[in-house]
């Protein structure tokens, strides 16, 4: 099966019988396929008068309504040398079906098999793009609403700072929905304008942060000894392997790429006894304070709560889109 081209019947699909002695082009339009007599004749191997005789029957008896499964079309044939318009019957797949029955051919199973197996996933398709646009159309209005919303109780001063705060949140989660949505679809790229040339966190400087974390963790009995305890010097291992190299040029180049990174391979790889998912969050949040992102990523406890979780529990196949979810999470939407 090829899909070919589309034509004012729809779709254009080849379909070839299994014997290998027909291969026909069914036309796909309006939730059905659709052959002429012709077709018809050379898909059950029969003559053309047996075929419409078998129609006639068909149509005669009340099996089935000529209006609703048959329909004319406008084709253009080369006749004695000469273009001619003509207008063609086609038949549809209930009709096509009843013939099948008619003639008792085995080719008429088969093409059944085979067209009500297009149909569904053509459906399907439908289905899943009509769905998307519907969903990324009420997303992105309402991205709008509460955009222009927040200009203008903000422009009017109608609103107080802590106001403004909830309004700023509410901005980004409008965003984040989205994002979530060509997460679930694996259609989402890298964001369109990283930062460069940012600073690193060096091996000792991330020791003595999460000596720290441990410390006042401790204190308020939650953590215990294993956390923090690092194994084979996994953590440095990973903080060379966001800085590492190749041909002059940085595998991670953009400062939330790293900072992705880091998250990620500190909660996947369990560089510590206990903690990994705690020390990650908090290492990504050093790294994105010392390269001046913090304040402008605008996480909040639980949103980072929930991206340690999504990590933990992902795929390894997912790495890259999860990265890039990170990554465009970081990045301030225009407006905010």
Request: charged content about 25%; hydrophobic content about 40%; overall charge neutral.
């Given at each position: ?17 299994s ?6 082009e ?5 939730e ?20 419409s ?14 209006g ?31 013939v099948?029955?008619?003639v008792?051919?085995?080719?008429g199973?088969?093409?059944?098999i085979?067209?009500?197996?297009v ?11 009509n ?8 997303l ?17 001063e ?10 700023e ?5 409008a ?23 940012g ?8 020791k ?6 441990k ?7 939650e ?8 194994r084979d ?17 940085e595998?991670?180049?953009?400062i ?11 909660i996947?790889d369990?560089?510590f ?17 010392e390269?001046g ?11 980072l709560?929930a991206l ?7 795929d390894?196949?997912?790495?890259d ?7 465009n999470?970081?990045?301030?939407p225009?407006?905010v």
């Amino acid at each position: 099966m090829k899909k070919q081209s589309q034509s004012e019947r729809g779709e254009i699909i080849i379909y070839q019988a299994s014997d290998g002695q027909s291969s026909i082009e069914v036309h796909l339009h309006e939730e059905t396929v659709w052959l002429t007599l012709n077709q018809m004749a050379d898909l059950f191997d029969r003559d053309k008068s047996v075929i419409s005789r078998h129609l006639r029957t068909i149509y005669t008896s009340g099996e089935l309504q000529k209006g609703s499964t048959v329909a004319k079309n406008a084709t253009v044939q080369i006749e004695g040398g000469r273009k001619v318009t003509r207008n063609i019957e086609w038949y549809n797949l209930d009709a096509i079906i009843s013939v099948g029955y008619c003639v008792n051919s085995k080719r008429g199973t088969q093409f059944r098999i085979w067209a009500t197996n297009v149909l569904k996933q053509h459906l399907i398709r439908g289905f899943t793009a009509n769905e998307r646009r519907l969903a990324e159309k009420g997303l992105s209005e309402m991205e709008q609403a509460v955009a222009l919303l927040s200009r203008t109780l903000q422009s009017h001063e109608l609103v107080t700072d802590e106001g403004k705060a909830v309004l700023e949140v509410v901005n980004r989660y409008a965003k984040s929905w989205s994002l979530l949505l060509q997460y679930d679809e694996d259609r989402l790229g890298a964001p369109e304008k990283p930062h460069f040339k940012g600073k690193t966190i060096a091996y000792k400087q991330a020791k003595k942060a999460i000596d720290s974390l441990k410390t006042e963790l401790m204190a308020r009995k939650e953590a215990g000894d294993l956390f923090g305890q690092e194994r084979d010097q996994a953590l440095q291992a990973i903080l060379g392997n966001i800085e590492q190299s190749f041909g002059g040029q940085e595998l991670y180049s953009s400062i939330e790429e790293k900072a992705a990174h880091l998250l990620y391979f500190v909660i996947k790889d369990h560089p510590f006894s206990d903690g990994n998912k705690r020390i990650g969050s908090f290492l990504f949040i050093v790294f994105l304070r010392e390269n001046g992102l913090l304040e402008q990523s605008g996480f909040n406890d639980n949103a980072l709560v929930a991206l340690a979780l999504l990590i933990a529990e992902s795929d390894p196949k997912q790495k890259d889109l999860l990265i890039r979810l990170i990554m465009n999470l970081l990045t301030r939407p225009e407006g905010v």
